[in-house]
C-alpha cells in the first residue's frame, strides 16, 4: 500500500527557513500528482500546495505564494517543500498526501512533521 514518511520540520524563528522531504513508497510515485497538507493546533486539514506527477506545474495557497516551493524528485520518489519567510501563522504539523484538488487523498498522509515559527 501507500507509504509517505514526512521529514524535515523543526523549530525556527520568523523569517527563518527550512525543507521538508516526503518519501515515497508502494505505488508509481511519478505517476500521482502529490500535495501537502497542514494542520494548526485545534484546527482542521488546511491544504498547502499541489504539483503534478511530472514536476511541470504547481500550485499554492494564497497565503503562501512566494514564500514555499513545492518540487519532487521522481527518481527518489521524493516530494519536497521549500519553506522560506516563516511566519508564526505557518506553524502547524505538514503532511504530504497523494492526489491534488479534489482528488488529495488525505487518508494516505502519513505521520507529519511539525514546523513551529517562534520568537
Known amino acids: 500500500g501507500v507509504q509517505l514518511v514526512e521529514s524535515g520540520g523543526g523549530l525556527v524563528q520568523p523569517g527563518g527557513s527550512l525543507r521538508l522531504s516526503c518519501e515515497a513508497s508502494?505505488?508509481?510515485?511519478?505517476?500521482?500528482?502529490m500535495s501537502w497538507v497542514r494542520q494548526a493546533p485545534g484546527k482542521g486539514l488546511e491544504w498547502v500546495s499541489s504539483?503534478?506527477?511530472?514536476?511541470?506545474?504547481?500550485y499554492y495557497r494564497d497565503s503562501v505564494k512566494g514564500r514555499f516551493t513545492i518540487s519532487r524528485d521522481n527518481a527518489k520518489n521524493t516530494l519536497y517543500l521549500q519553506l522560506n519567510s516563516l511566519k508564526t501563522e505557518d506553524t502547524a504539523m505538514y503532511y504530504c498526501?497523494?492526489?491534488?484538488?479534489?482528488?488529495?487523498?488525505?487518508?494516505?498522509r502519513g505521520q507529519g512533521t511539525q514546523v513551529t515559527v517562534s520568537s
Open positions: 498526501a497523494q492526489g491534488s484538488g479534489l482528488a488529495i487523498r488525505t487518508e494516505t
Open positions: 508502494g505505488f508509481t510515485f511519478s505517476s500521482f500528482d
Open positions: 504539483i503534478t506527477g511530472g514536476g511541470t506545474n504547481a
